[in-house]
């Protein structure tokens, strides 16, 4: 079992940068996949990036070039850092976590899930 949470949203204006967490508890968190999904308003849950066990990461071509994904095993985190913000990156985040370990873009992989946290980007 693990618990996931997130936390670092806010409301931000477009170009600045943002690093959102997720912090988990439960046990043999570093043999998980983690990966980071977004939800706008009237639209689908969509995947952003993910991290295996082993450290390999997968981006959504939407984010690529502008957002890093990475984490610390030694402190049960994953972070999502987001450079450039544009108003079309506003939605609830959430971080997931996939016992598979294999990082893939596939949301249905993913075992465990967080609340959420809001981004906001304005023009």
């Known amino acids: 079992q693990v618990q996931l949470v997130e936390s670092g949203g806010g409301l931000v204006q477009a170009g600045v940068s943002l690093r959102l967490s997720c912090a988990a508890s439960?046990?043999?968190?570093?043999?998980?996949?983690v990966g980071w999904f977004r939800q706008a308003p009237g639209k689908e849950r969509e995947f952003v990036a993910a991290?295996?066990?082993?450290?390999?990461?997968n981006y959504a071509d939407s984010v690529k070039g502008r957002t890093t994904i990475s984490r610390d095993n030694a402190k049960n985190m994953v972070y999502l850092q987001m450079n450039s913000l544009k108003p079309e990156d506003t939605a609830v985040y959430y971080c997931?976590?996939?016992?598979?370990?294999?990082?893939?873009?596939?949301?249905?992989?993913?075992?465990?899930w967080g609340q959420g946290t809001q981004v906001t980007v304005s023009s």
């Open positions: 439960g046990r043999s968190f570093s043999s998980y996949a």
């Open positions: 997931a976590a996939d016992s598979l370990g294999t990082a893939t873009g596939r949301e249905r992989s993913y075992d465990y």
């Open positions: 991290i295996s066990r082993s450290g390999w990461k």
